[in-house]
């Protein structure tokens, strides 16, 4: 079971934050994530720089569980070679979702942004220990009679842009829930993402030392690597 995300970094002799770091965690039996892959590309492409390394443990896996906000980059990343159950964020698509309100122009805090978000976060949320099969088809018939009735909202208030990403997410919003792993998703690779925020945004950087410093700084968070013990030693 994985999480992958992106986010973009400012990089010398490019505007704004002009390349994406990528990051692919793996949630630990105990709690928490280790950072097993990280790569420096253009946005939208370039996962498989991260992922090639990794293809001959993920290929030993029957299945493997990835969790992302929907970047379609991610799996075509992946290739062929790994059995994958894909699922989208439940946390990223309420929050994507104020963005596309934004788009198609409905005031925050109205009563049918207020409405539109309420039934979306209900969608959204899923129950821990459901394991009854019958009990999980329910549900999600369910929840997805919602969100096609949500869609339809959208459509009639003219939300175009909200309708379609409504439409884009649907079908892998609840395969985890399906396959009887874990339904609800947390998103604890922004957790991750923050952290390097913190260090990468005191400038512009060279790919080559954006990449070292997230490097030790993501393995002294969430891999036990201390750089002091690693001197000494």
């Keep these: 079971m994985g999480q992958a995300d992106g986010t973009g970094i400012p990089i010398r002799g490019i505007r704004k934050r002009g390349k994406e770091l990528k990051v692919f965690v793996q949630l630990?039996?105990?709690g928490g994530v280790r950072v097993v892959g990280l790569a420096i590309g253009s946005y939208e492409g370039e996962w498989e720089k991260l992922f090639e390394p990794l293809l001959g443990g993920l290929k030993r896996f029957k299945q493997f569980f990835l969790v992302t906000d929907g970047d379609t980059s991610i799996l075509k990343g992946l290739g062929d070679g790994v059995k994958v159950v894909f699922q989208r964020c439940l946390w990223h698509i309420p929050h994507q979702f104020?963005?596309?309100?934004?788009?198609?122009?409905?005031?925050?805090?109205?009563?049918?942004w207020i409405y539109a978000l309420a039934e979306l976060l209900e969608i959204c949320a899923i129950r821990s220990y459901v394991d009854e099969q019958k009990l999980i088809h329910q549900m999600v018939r369910r929840k997805e009679q919602r969100l096609s009735e949500l869609i339809d909202y959208c459509r009639q208030q003219g939300?175009?842009?909200?309708?379609?990403?409504?439409?884009?997410?649907?079908s892998d919003m609840f395969t985890g829930l399906l396959n009887r792993l874990q339904g609800r998703t947390v998103s604890l690779v922004e957790r991750v993402m923050r952290t390097v925020n913190?260090?990468?945004?005191?400038?512009?950087?060279?790919?080559?030392g954006a990449l070292n410093a997230t490097k030790i700084r993501l393995a002294y968070y969430y891999n036990?690597?201390?750089?002091?013990?690693?001197?000494?030693?």
């Excluded at 175009?160 to 649907?170: D, F, H, K, V, W």
């Excluded at 036990?224 to 030693?233: E, H, I, N, V, Y």
């Design 28 to 30: 630990k039996r105990t």
């Design 98 to 112: 104020k963005w596309y309100l934004w788009k198609d122009g409905v005031k925050r805090k109205s009563r049918p």
């Design 159 to 170: 939300w175009t842009r909200c309708a379609t990403y409504l439409e884009n997410a649907a």
């Design 198 to 208: 913190m260090r990468i945004k005191v400038g512009k950087w060279s790919v080559e």
């Design 224 to 233: 036990g690597f201390d750089p002091c013990l690693d001197r000494a030693a």
